[in-house]
């Protein structure tokens, strides 16, 4: 099972695209662990996922989240922001997908 990290300030923000991310990869029968966390938590829980996406109200942090992701062998990138300003969950699931295929 691929476990995909969201991250926001605080981690609340991301937790509505969590579910919706969740809703889209059981349409499609994907099993797939989604969790949202603070930016404070991600060096911490960064070796539990196997990719992280930033919201896009904090992607001025990619550059520091990029260099712990490295240390660890993980992919980050950010949420794309017009997926994630319309909540859709399919979108941003697409995007962490591709980002576990470039792995």
Do not use: N, W
Request: hydrophobic content about 45%; glycine content about 4%.
């Amino acid at each position: 099972m691929k476990k995909i990290l969201l991250i926001c300030d605080l981690g609340m923000s991301t937790s509505l695209m969590v579910k919706k991310m969740q809703e889209a990869a059981e349409a499609r029968s994907l099993r797939v662990e989604i969790a949202a966390k603070s930016v404070r938590d991600y060096k911490a829980c960064v070796e539990e996922f196997d990719v992280a996406l930033l919201g896009p109200q904090i992607r001025y942090k990619l550059p520091e989240c990029q260099k712990i992701a490295d240390e660890h062998g993980k992919k980050v990138a950010c949420i794309d922001m017009m997926a994630y300003g319309t909540m859709k969950g399919d979108k941003v699931l697409e995007q962490a997908l591709a980002l576990l295929d470039e792995a």
